[in-house]
């Protein structure tokens, strides 16, 4: 099982950064990637970013394209999302996501591990 942990979510204003941190524990040597989502109230959820250490892809939804980058210290664990040039349509709970089963990058996947959310609000 995997356990992950979201960090670095607050407030920012428009303009501004955040860095969101993912921290996996427990049996980490099979995973092979992480994908971020956000929700935001009434809306369903979107897959942002995602990263795969088993063939090096990473995705980006085009909603954020050009303005947030996935990357990770050692290739796994942890994973950060840093987020520039944020809007006040980036405000959202933002969650990571892990599963043992997925060997390349795919938001559409139905991942099985999930951190419980950081909150990200861009206001004024």
């Known amino acids: 099982h995997l356990q992950l942990v979201e960090s670095g979510g607050g407030l920012a204003q428009p303009g501004g950064s955040l860095r969101l941190s993912c921290a996996v524990s427990?049996?980490?040597?099979?995973?092979?990637?992480i994908a971020w989502f956000r929700q935001a109230p009434g809306k369903e959820r979107e897959g942002v970013s995602c990263?795969?250490?088993?063939?090096?892809?990473?995705y980006y939804a085009d909603s954020v394209k050009g303005r947030f980058t996935i990357s990770s210290d050692n290739a796994k664990n942890p994973v950060y999302l840093q987020m520039n040039s944020l809007k006040p349509e980036d405000t959202a709970v933002y969650y990571c996501?892990?599963?043992?089963?997925?060997?390349?990058?795919?938001?559409?996947?139905?991942?099985?591990?999930w951190g419980q959310g950081t909150q990200v609000t861009v206001s004024s």
């Open positions: 427990g049996y980490t040597l099979d995973y092979n990637g």
């Open positions: 996501a892990a599963d043992y089963s997925i060997a390349t990058c795919n938001v559409g996947y139905e991942y099985e591990y």
């Open positions: 990263i795969s250490n088993s063939d090096g892809s990473i």
